[in-house]
């Protein structure tokens, strides 16, 4: 199983363009589904939010490999489908996830830091 993962967020539907959101959250989903058909990526989870007051509202879990989530992340595509995304909803983020070997990693990282700091 995939230690690394992309995390893809979002917010609010801007007003006005909710007749957009469907569509495009479907277009996400076969576009992800065909990276993973593709071997680019080892799958995909998506998932909304309850109201609970805060600016995020869903995210999609891209699980994979991270030289191969690194490459997906600059593909003129990813890039593309994010941008057509930013137009009809607030908040658009991305950013790497860690678990497995790659979550200790990077709570090494974190201790030596620390232990260097203290000093």
Known sequence: MADSALF???GEIVRGRER???ELFKEAVEYFGQLQQDGR???FEPWFMERH???LNGFFLLRGDRTKLDEVRRDAAFERLLTRVSMV???VG???AYTGADLQRQ???FGESAGDLAR
């Open 41 to 43: 990526i080892e799958g």
């Open 20 to 22: 957009s959101g469907p």
């Open 89 to 91: 909803v607030d908040n």
């Open 8 to 10: 893809v967020g979002w």
């Open 94 to 96: 991305v950013t790497t």
């Open 53 to 55: 007051g805060g600016d």
């Open 107 to 109: 709570l090494e990282i």
